[in-house]
């Protein structure tokens, strides 16, 4: 079982930045891949980003790539979201997930088992 805990969500003007965290409570971190997935009001839930077990490897939304980082700490047992020159577009609630580790990293929201809450990411224009 893993449960995820999203933080650093909040409200920011358009080209600001946030950093987004998930805590994982799981037994070996490093077995998992872990992703981001954001949803909109209105709309369906959309890949952001995933990092692999080790975090050598990495996969962007084409949407955000550029603007966006994953990273992870697998001695915290947490991965990050730094997301850069926000956009409006950007407001949605951002989950974390997981799955254990498989080649390739996925962006499938299907292949993922295990999802946090989500925090609310807001970008005034």
């Known amino acids: 079982q893993v449960q995820l805990v999203e933080s650093g969500g909040g409200l920011v003007r358009a080209g600001d930045s946030l950093r987004l965290s998930c805590a994982a409570s799981v037994r070996t971190f490093s077995n998992y891949d872990m992703a981001w997935f954001r949803q909109a009001p209105g709309k369906e839930r959309e890949f952001v980003a995933a990092i692999g077990w080790s975090g050598t490897n990495t996969l962007y939304a084409d949407y955000v790539k550029g603007r966006f980082t994953i990273s992870r700490d697998n001695a915290k047992n947490t991965v990050y979201l730094q997301m850069m020159s926000l956009k409006p577009d950007d407001t949605a609630v951002y989950y974390c997930?997981?799955?254990?580790?498989?080649?390739?990293?996925?962006?499938?929201?299907?292949?993922?088992?295990?999802w946090g809450q989500g925090t609310q990411a807001t970008v005034s224009s």
């Open positions: 997930t997981a799955r254990l580790y498989g080649s390739p990293i996925s962006d499938l929201p299907g292949d993922y088992l295990y």
